[in-house]
C-alpha cells in the first residue's frame, strides 16, 4: 500500500493580492450570482500553477467508482488511497481536485484548506449495462459545505431517455448550492439511445450538451473534445448554411466556447482516456488554449502513472495554458 | 463574438399615469388573483411600443435549449450573447423577454428593470427522440422571484402520454407563483403519439389545447397559429353542426381566443420556424389583430436577422397590433 | 366620502429603455443583491417624474396607524379612503407610496401596476405611551409579495431599550426579502429613554441612525432632517477635531449621506410634521438636493390639504430635484 | 467622498502547497469539527503575510456601528467608504477583515475571493445607556455563507445580566456554523453592573472571559489586553497561592493563553482605542508575541489615519508577530 | 418455544482503558466524522473477543426477512425467539450484533448496553422474484437512535437496474446517520440482470462493489468472499496488465481491501451459506486475516446449529483473527 508523506514544511500562499484584471472580467460574468459563489469561483481561479490567469486544469478521480477500482488504479498502485490524489493535486499546483463523497470524507481534514475541493454530487457505476443511463445522487449539497468544498459536481446525460430527471436533480442541487455561496460546475457528457457512439462527441452535439449545462445555471461546464462529425441531420444544415469553421479541433473548442453564452461561461475539457503519446496530450492542451478553451480536466493521464511522471506531465500542460511554453 | 454596448443614456420612462381603460379591463378578468400577480400581469401590458394597448409583442430565446445553439444562432451569431436578447427586447419596445435559467442569470443583473422577464421554467432539447417528449423542469418559482420576473413560463404538450405529469408539475407551479404575485404564462404545444403531425396545429386542437391552458390557471396562453384541419372525428362533428366558421386565419384566431374563456385570457400566438417572406408574418399579425388575439410571441424570426433588421422587423410588427399601420 | 374618479384614458408608459447612467451607477452599490431586488430598486428609480435622476419622492401614509384617523385626516377627509391616496402618489408622478397592510390591501388591485408599492411592515401607535416604544410587526415579506409590492418598509427606533428586538425582527425580515427580490427600505427615528427630545434630530443622532440601517442591510435609508445639535459628548469631540461643517442644513444633510456609506445607499429625508409655509419646504428640498440626498417621504404636508393644492406642491418639489427649478 | 481605485493588475496568489507545520498543529486541536470548518480556519492561517506563521492580524471595522460614523471615521473620511477598509486589509496583508452585514455587503462581490471574511453576526450601538448591555443580532449564518465569508463573528458580554441570552444566541449560531463549515470567532468583553470599569479588563476576569468564549465551542477567541487588577476576591486567593505570574503583560496574555484551553484554542487581543504613540502598540504586539498570544484585532488604530501610514502600521505588526523584526 | 435463560452474571468488560493503538490507527482513517460517529466505531472495535485488535466478529441475524423463518430457523428453533441471538452474540463475545427492527425492538431493552448493536435499515423478502432487486427501507435513523445502536446497516446492489434508488436511499440515510453519531455499515451484494451469477462474487465486481460503498460514504463495508471469476471484460485487461495476484483467497481478499481506499475503510467478509464443514469456514477466516482483511460476519453458519456448538465455533473463529491459534 502506498506510503504517504507527512506535509513538508513548505512556504504557504505569498501574501494576499488583488484579482488580476483577468479574474475579475470572468466573475463579472456570474452578475447574478451573490458575493458567496463568486468567492468560490474565485478560490477555483487564483489557486495553483494558473492563479489569475483565467485558465484551469482540474484533478478528478471519480474513475474508481465509474469504471472500478482495478481499472482505475491497478496500473499505478499508489491511485487506492485517497490521499495520493490530494498529495498530486497539491503538489500539481493544480487548481482544484474533484472526487465523490467517500475519495473527499477519506482525505479532506488532513488537507483541509490546501486546494479547493468539487464535491461530484452524482455518480455512475458500470456494473449495470444500460442504453439510457441515470448517474445516482451519492451526495448533498449540505456534505460540500462540511467538508469544505469550494463547488458541487454534477453529472448529466444529454440525450439519456432519463435526461429529464438529471436536467431536475441538477436544478435542485444548483438551486441549493447557489444559495450557499458554492459554485456549479456540471459534467456535460452526450450519452443515450438516441446518439450513435460517434454521435456522442460530434461536433454538434458537443456544443449543444454545453449549451444545455449553461442553460441549466452552470458556472463551469465541462465536455469532452469534439470531432467533426455532426450528428444531427438539422444541425447539419445550420453548419453548412452558416459555414462555421469546425475543421481543426481549436475551431471546435472555439465553437463549443461560443455556445457556451459567446464565451461568458468556463468550458473545460476532458482528458478522456490514457493516451500513449503525452504529446497528444499536449496538442490538446494548445488546440483548448488557441481554441479560447478555459482548461483541462484531466483524470486517468494523470493518476495513471507514477507520481513523479504525473507532476511534470501536469506541469507541461499548465504551462501551455499559462503561455510559459508553445 | 458579439460586441454588447454599454447603456446609451437615454431617456427614461415617462411620467407614471393610470393604466389605460383597456389595461384595467383586462385586468378585471383575473378576479381572482391577488394584487401582486395583477400587478406583474400589468407590467407586461404596460411597457414597451405597446403599452396600454392590450397587445403583446413578446421576444423569447428558448431555442438554443430547443433545437441546439448551431440551428439558432449561428446564422446571427450575435445571439450567442445572453446580453444580445435583452438588447433587443428593450431596443425593440418588446413588451417581455422569455428565456431559461441560464440565459436570464447570465445578463438580468446588467438590465435590472429594463425590461419585464418571464422565465421559462422548463425546458426540452431534441438529443433524445421520443414521441411523447415531457421537458424537464429546470427553474423554479423562488428563481423568477431573486431573478426579478415578472412570470414564469411553462410548456405543456397536450397529447403526450406525459401530459399529465407536465399538467401536474404545471399545477403545483403556478400555485406558488400566484402565491407570491407572479403571472404564469403557458406555451401549449399540442404533441405525442395520439397526434398526425398535421393535427398539432389543427384549428380543433389548438382551441382544446388552449382551453386546457387556461382551465390549468394560465394568465396567458401561447399557442401556436392554427390551421383548417380538424383532427378528431368528434370534434368535426361538433364544428360541422354550429358551422363554426374556421376558414380564414382570422376566423381560426377568433375561435381561439372564443375558446379561451370566451375571449377573458391573454391569448398570443407564436410566430414558428424562420420565414422567408417577412410580409408572411405581417399578414399573421394581422389575421391574429383581427380575429382579436393578443399578439405575437416571436423569437426565431427576431434573432435569427442582423439587430438592426430585427428592430425594425419588430416594429412593423408592433405597429401593426398598435394599428399604427394595416 | 370621497369620490374616486375612474382613471382617465391617459397615456401609457412610453416606450422602454434602459437606465440611464445615474440609475446604473446607483444600482452597482448593491453589489450583493440579487437581480430581483436590483429590479425593484430600478423599478423606484425609474417611476413617475423623477424617473432616471436618481432621486425620489414617496408618498408615506401610516399616520392613521401612527397617530389616529382624526389628527390625520380630519382635515382633509378625502384621506380616509385609501384609494384617495393612491392616486395622489399617481397623478402627482411620484416614485412609489407607502402603507401599513390594510391600507395597501383596499386598493392595490384597482391600482395594479400603477404605482411601485412599499409595504410597511411593521407599525407603532399612540395609544399607548411608552419612553422606549417598540413599533408591532403587522405585515409579512409575503404579504408583499401578494400585494405586488416593490419593497418592504420598517422602522427602527435607534436609542430605544427594545432597540435590540426591532434589529433582529429587521434582520430576520430583510433576509427574506433579499431572498425574495424585494428592496428594503428603512424608517430610522431615533427615540427613547436615553436621548434628549432635542437629541432626536441632532445631527450626530441622524448620521448614526441612518448608518446604522445601512449596516443592517436596508438599500434605502429614510431619516428625518437633522439640526445642529449634537447630542453626545464623545461625538462631539469627534465633530470638532475632525471640524466636520454641520452649520448649514445642506452640509447637514451632506454629512448623513456620508455616514451612510460614502453616499453608497439611498438617502431620503421625511418632511416631518405639516408645515405652515409650504417655501419651508421646498427649501429643506432645495438643501436636501443641494447636500447630495436622494429625495423625499413626504405624508402630511401631502395629505393634509385638497388633492389639487397636493398635486401642485408635489410637483413643485419634483421640479426641484429634477433641476427643472432652483 | 473616497475615491476607489480599481485593482492594480497585480501578480495573484503563489502556487499553492501544503499548511506548514504549525498551521497543521493549529488545525489538528479542533478534532471535533468537520473539514469544512477545519478548511476555513486553514483559510485565515493561510492568507496574508503572516501565511503559514500560525499568527493572525485580522482588520475589524465595526465601530461605525459600535460608536457611531463620525467618531470612527471623520478623522480619516476615506473610511466612510465601506471599499477602503477591504482595500486596506487586502494591501496590508491582513488575515481577514471583520465587519457587520451592512460593510460587508457593500463591496463583497468587487472583492470575492481576495481576503478571508469574517461576518460580525451581532453588533450594540450607544444610542441607549445601558449598565447591562446586549448586542442586537444583526445577521444570520445563511448570510456568511451567501456571502462567502470564512466565520461568524459574535459578541458576548460576560458579566451583563443579559449573558446567558447572548450564550444562548451564540450556541444557536455556532451550532449551524459549524455544520455549514463555518469557523466561529467570539468578541468575549467582560461588561455589565456586576463588575467595576477597572474589573472589565483585570486579569482574572479577561482570563475568565476567554475561558466562557472557548467553553462556548469558539475556534477563535477576541480578548482585550488585560491589567494587572484583580476583580474577584476568591479569584485573588488562587492567584496568590498558586502565585501565578501576571506582572508584566507577556506573563498576562500567557496566562489568559493558558486559560484557553492551555492554549488550544487561538486567543487574538483587540487593539484598543486609538493610541497616541505608536510604539505603545508595538511594545503591545511584541507582549502578546511572547507571551504566547496569536495576534491581533485592530481597529481603530488602523482605519484612524490615512492609508498609506495604516499601511506602514500593519506591516510593522505584522513584521514583530513574524518574527522579521524584534 | 425456546426458554430465555437469565443472564448469567458473567464478567463485563474490563475497566476501561485508552484504545489500542491499531484502534487508533483505524478510528484516525475516518478522519471527516464526527466524535460521536468515531465514538460508536470505537464501540464496535473496543467490545467483545476481539476488542482492541482492529478485527470484527458481527452476528448478523435478518436471515428470517430475507429468506423466510422456516428456512432460517427451523434448523435449530431457538432462533425463532429474537432473545436468542443477542444472547449468542453476547456469550460468544462479538463485536456486534445486526438485525432488522423488529428483532432488535423485541430484544434490545433486555439487554441494552451489552453488546453493540446494527439497525439492518433496508431488507429484501424472497416472496417475489425479480431480476432487478430492490431492498425496502424498513427502519429509519431515528429508529436507530432510540433503539440505542452504534450504527446503521444498509444493503445495496450494484449491478441492479435499481442500483440508483437505493444509493440515493443510501445517501440521504448516510447523510442523517453521521449527522446523528452514528456509524455506516453497507452490505454491498452485486446482483441483477446485467451481471452473471457466477459474476456476483467474481473479483473484479466485488472489488468494485466494496469500492462503491466506501465511495458512497460507509465506514465499515461488507462483501462477499470473492471467487477468481472475473466478470467484465475491460476489467480482465486491467488485471491482465498489471498482474494483480488473485489466484488465492487471501490475494483476493487484499484486493478487495486495497480496492477500499487502500485499506483505509473496515471491509469484512460475509460467510454465506450453512457449511457443512466448519473447516471451510475457519479457512476462509485464515484468509481473511492473511490478506488483511478485517473480520466476518456470520450468520447462518451460527445460529443454524445448536447454541453451545454456536459458541465453540465462533470462538474458533475469533482466534484464528485474534492470533490465538493458526
Redesign the interface.
Known amino acids: 500500500?502506498?506510503v504517504i508523506q507527512t506535509?513538508?514544511?513548505?512556504?504557504?500562499?505569498?501574501?494576499?493580492?488583488?484579482?488580476?484584471?483577468r479574474?475579475?472580467e470572468i466573475?463579472s460574468?456570474y452578475?447574478?450570482?451573490?458575493?458567496?459563489?463568486?468567492?468560490?469561483?474565485?478560490?477555483l481561479?487564483?489557486?495553483?500553477?494558473l492563479?489569475?490567469t483565467g485558465k484551469l486544469v482540474i484533478l478528478p478521480v471519480d474513475q474508481?467508482?465509474e469504471?472500478?477500482?482495478?481499472?482505475s488504479?491497478?496500473?499505478n498502485?499508489a491511485g487506492?488511497?485517497?490521499n495520493?490524489h490530494f498529495e498530486v493535486a497539491?503538489q500539481a499546483?493544480?487548481n482544484a481536485y474533484a472526487a465523490?463523497?467517500?475519495?473527499?470524507?477519506?482525505?479532506?481534514?488532513?488537507?483541509?484548506?490546501?486546494?479547493p475541493l468539487i464535491l461530484k454530487m452524482n455518480?455512475h457505476?458500470?456494473?449495470?449495462?444500460?442504453k439510457d443511463p441515470?448517474?445516482?445522487?451519492?451526495?448533498?449539497v449540505?456534505?460540500a459545505?462540511?467538508?469544505?468544498?469550494v463547488a458541487i459536481g454534477f453529472t448529466i446525460y444529454?440525450?439519456?431517455?432519463h435526461?429529464?430527471?438529471?436536467?431536475?436533480q441538477l436544478?435542485a442541487a444548483a438551486?441549493e448550492a447557489k444559495?450557499?455561496?458554492l459554485a456549479v460546475v456540471v459534467w456535460s457528457y452526450?450519452r443515450?439511445?438516441?446518439?450513435s457512439k460517434e454521435g456522442e462527441t460530434g461536433i454538434?452535439?458537443a456544443?449543444?450538451?454545453a449549451?444545455?449545462a449553461?442553460?441549466?445555471?452552470?458556472h463551469i461546464v465541462k465536455v469532452k473534445l469534439p470531432s467533426p462529425h455532426i450528428e444531427?441531420a438539422?444541425?447539419q444544415?445550420?453548419?453548412t448554411?452558416?459555414a462555421?469553421p469546425i475543421g481543426t479541433l481549436a475551431e471546435r473548442v472555439r465553437?463549443v466556447v461560443?455556445?457556451t453564452?459567446?464565451?461568458?461561461?468556463i468550458v473545460i475539457f476532458s482528458g478522456g482516456a490514457k493516451k500513449d503519446n503525452d504529446e497528444d496530450v499536449f496538442d490538446e492542451a494548445r488546440a483548448i488554449r488557441d481554441g479560447g478553451g478555459f482548461g483541462s480536466i484531466i483524470g486517468r493521464n494523470s493518476f495513471q502513472r507514477p507520481k513523479e511522471h504525473a507532476l511534470k506531465f501536469l506541469d507541461t500542460i499548465m504551462r501551455i495554458y499559462g503561455g510559459e511554453m508553445q
Open positions: 500500500m502506498a506535509a513538508p514544511s513548505v512556504q504557504p500562499q505569498a501574501p494576499s493580492a488583488h484579482s488580476t484584471h479574474v475579475r466573475l460574468w452578475e447574478s450570482d451573490n458575493p458567496g459563489t463568486k468567492t468560490n469561483i474565485a478560490r481561479l487564483n489557486h495553483g500553477h492563479a489569475g474508481g467508482f469504471h472500478g477500482p482495478a481499472r488504479f491497478a496500473v498502485p487506492y488511497d485517497p495520493y497539491i499546483g493544480c465523490p463523497l467517500g475519495f473527499i470524507e477519506a482525505a479532506a481534514a488532513r488537507h483541509a484548506g490546501e486546494i455518480n457505476d458500470v456494473l449495470h449495462d444500460e441515470i448517474p445516482a445522487v451519492t451526495a448533498s449540505k456534505d459545505l462540511r467538508l469544505g468544498c444529454p440525450g439519456s431517455a435526461a429529464q430527471t438529471m436536467y431536475g436544478r438551486e444559495q450557499s455561496g452526450p443515450g439511445s438516441s446518439l454538434d452535439v456544443a449543444y450538451a449549451h444545455i449553461a442553460e441549466l445555471g452552470a444531427q438539422e444541425a444544415k445550420a453548419y448554411k452558416a462555421v465553437h461560443q455556445s453564452f459567446d464565451g461568458r461561461r
